[in-house]
């Protein structure tokens, strides 16, 4: 019987003492797997990363105990519609390849907000064998939150994926959803975009051009909104066209200290969200979520939980393509 990896639940209750003792055990912990695993970087790739793996998880077990009072506060001011059903969310995350710090915290605040506003339940898992007809019939949506290079590889686990899309179904991707599965066409479609590098490094600052300020998933950014995170471009493809996605967000290359030497695009175009409908489903995408802190700015939390319920089917948002609305990428 395959068993699901569910995200530990947040309490949100007063903090006891032996709480405490725990969250400096779990950091004590967490530190020790990250310290173990420093010295295999360069050396094991598969060992390095499963050792972080762990710390991460300890680690974000810490701060979701040590911060759960501010982070009730905070999802209790996101707007978030009630769901027309109870909604069911898988989130898959297995990494091939370079594996980000921020999988276990994001995916236990984005479950944390599920729990406390009754948006979803979110199941998280990093086995492939999730994805089956019978399996993947008990979810509402797919959420690829920061998965790698090849997530998914058996042909009938893909097969699977694919199938999954053509009821109403919703699919989500969180950052990374875009670095992985060069091979697997179908996806790049539904996902909309394939990295190609990201000029924008995770402790710099960016400024966001909000394309649709009118738009559902995307009213709540302000205009020249800056946010510290990594930021992708994307391969000049037949995926990756205005044709076919409804950009919602993108970078203002025009603003102060935004230009970069590795800037790809001749045509300046340097989406950061945006939303598409995928055979029978609705996609949201947003190259948020590198950086741990991206998950607790209360601006970027509620793109990604408004996000989650437009492609669930919750939130109404239109998804025709920019280039028939005639959005283009912003000029000087």
């Known amino acids: 019987m395959l068993k699901f990896i569910l995200t530990l639940s947040l309490c949100f209750s007063l903090i006891s003492i032996q709480a405490e003792e725990s969250v400096a055990d779990l950091k004590k912990r967490g530190q020790a797997f ?3 695993a420093k010295p295999l ?3 094991d790739k598969v060992k390095y990363y499963k050792l972080r793996a762990q710390g991460s998880e300890l680690l974000a077990q810490a701060r979701m105990i040590e911060n759960a009072h501010e982070y009730e506060k905070m999802i209790a001011k996101l707007d978030v519609v009630k769901p027309q059903k109870k909604r069911k969310l898988l989130a898959y995350s297995h990494t091939t390849g370079f594996r980000h710090g921020s999988i276990e915290f994001g995916t236990k ?3 944390a907000v ?7 339940e979110i199941y998280h898992t990093e086995d492939e064998a999730i994805f089956t007809d019978e399996s993947l019939a008990q979810f509402d949506g797919i959420m690829i ?3 790698t290079q090849n997530a998914i590889v058996s042909p009938k686990a893909r097969a699977a994926f694919e ?3 053509e009821s109403k179904k919703g699919l989500i991707g969180i950052h990374a959803a875009t670095d992985c599965h060069k091979d697997w066409a179908n996806y790049k479609e539904a996902i909309g975009g394939l990295f190609n590098g990201h000029p924008w490094w995770a402790k710099e600052t960016v400024t966001l051009y909000n394309e649709c300020p009118d738009h559902a998933c995307s009213k709540m950014i302000p205009q020249g909104y800056q ?3 990594e930021i992708y471009q994307y391969e000049d493809d037949s995926h990756f066209t205005r044709e076919k996605l409804r950009i919602l967000v993108s970078l203002d290359i025009f603003a102060p200290g935004m230009k970069r030497d590795k800037m790809r695009r001749k045509d300046n175009d340097y989406p950061v969200s945006w939303v598409k409908t995928y055979k029978n489903s609705n996609v949201f995408y947003t190259n948020l979520g590198h950086n741990q802190s991206t998950y607790e700015n209360p601006i970027a939390l509620q793109h990604m939980v408004t996000g989650i319920q437009f492609a669930m089917g919750d939130i109404e948002a239109d998804t025709t393509p920019s280039a028939k609305i005639g959005k283009f990428p912003k000029s000087e």
């Open 34 to 36: 990250m310290k173990k």
């Open 41 to 43: 970087k360069e050396t």
């Open 109 to 111: 605040m984005l479950t």
């Open 114 to 120: 599920g729990q406390q506003t009754g948006a979803y």
């Open 145 to 147: 939150i920061n998965a």
């Open 163 to 165: 199938k999954f899309f």
């Open 227 to 229: 946010i510290n995170d």
